[in-house]
């Protein structure tokens, strides 16, 4: 059985920063590209970031220089590390993992940013 777990959603400041991690099970993780998607209220699901099963990243224009994705074929988790946070982050956040034939979606975790 396949599962993304997501975690270290929350309330921030602006200006705040939050680490998102992504824990997989019943994947082999190191073949599958990873990203992190989010959709805000009545706005479609974007994507953030990913990650290639090489380890090449690309990143959302608007979260350039802010965001960091990272991954750990040892521990099955890819990360992402949000900086300078704006309340336009506001959205909740989803891990996906994706293969030429397969994809899997975690069920997401909230980000508000709000003072």
């Known amino acids: 059985q396949v599962q993304l777990v997501e975690s270290g959603g929350g309330l921030v400041q602006p200006g705040g920063s939050l680490r998102l991690s992504c824990a997989a099970s019943?994947?082999?993780?190191?073949?599958?590209?990873m990203a992190w998607y989010r959709q805000a209220p009545g706005k479609q699901r974007e994507l953030v970031a990913i990650?290639?099963?090489?380890?090449?990243?690309n990143y959302a224009e608007s979260v350039k220089g802010r965001f960091a994705i990272s991954r750990d074929n040892t521990w099955n988790t890819v990360d992402l590390q949000m900086t300078s946070l704006k309340p336009e982050d506001t959205a909740a956040y989803y891990c996906?993992?994706?293969?030429?034939?397969?994809?899997?979606w975690g069920k997401g975790t909230l980000v508000t940013v709000s003072s």
């Open positions: 996906y993992a994706g293969s030429y034939v397969l994809e899997y």
């Open positions: 019943g994947i082999t993780f190191r073949l599958y590209n």
């Open positions: 990650i290639t099963s090489g380890g090449n990243s």
